[in-house]
């Protein structure tokens, strides 16, 4: 049940991001809920492997990669999904950042926060 409620939450954190940037869209809930399940798969099996590849390049930058790294995150859900879209690099990145403080308000309100 938690998953569901984290999903549900997360569905609407991407709805609620894309409609306050103009370079992101999702047409619909159900969509969302797609995006929300695949950005979660990604994060947990592909994101690892990034970030221990990107290792010596995220010390150089001071960590600042790993935002980069999210970004390409988003544009390859992007690739995946019909229905989503992000028009470039940039709204990624921004997109990245808002939905991770919305999603981590959602979070703490709900008291599904991680322990």
């Given at each position: 049940?938690?998953l569901?409620?984290?999903?549900?939450l997360?569905?609407?954190?991407?709805?609620i991001?894309?409609?306050?940037?103009?370079?992101?869209?999702?047409?619909?809930?159900?969509?969302?809920?797609?995006?929300?399940?695949v950005l979660?798969?990604?994060?947990?099996?592909?994101?690892?492997l990034?970030?221990?590849?990107?290792i010596?390049?995220?010390?150089v930058?001071?960590?600042?990669?790993?935002?980069?790294?999210?970004?390409?995150?988003?544009?390859?859900?992007?690739?995946?999904?019909?229905?989503f879209?992000?028009?470039?690099?940039?709204?990624?990145?921004?997109?990245?950042?808002?939905?991770s403080?919305?999603?981590?308000?959602?979070?703490?309100?709900?008291?599904?926060?991680?322990?």
């Amino acid at each position: 049940m938690k998953l569901l409620i984290r999903l549900v939450l997360y569905a609407l954190a991407v709805l609620i991001t894309a409609h306050l940037l103009p370079g992101v869209s999702v047409e619909s809930f159900l969509i969302a809920v797609i995006v929300a399940g695949v950005l979660t798969l990604l994060n947990v099996l592909l994101k690892p492997l990034l970030v221990i590849l990107t290792i010596p390049i995220t010390v150089v930058t001071l960590g600042l990669f790993l935002l980069v790294i999210n970004a390409l995150i988003i544009m390859l859900t992007d690739w995946l999904i019909g229905g989503f879209d992000v028009t470039n690099f940039w709204w990624a990145l921004l997109f990245s950042l808002i939905l991770s403080l919305i999603n981590g308000i959602f979070m703490k309100l709900s008291g599904e926060e991680k322990q």
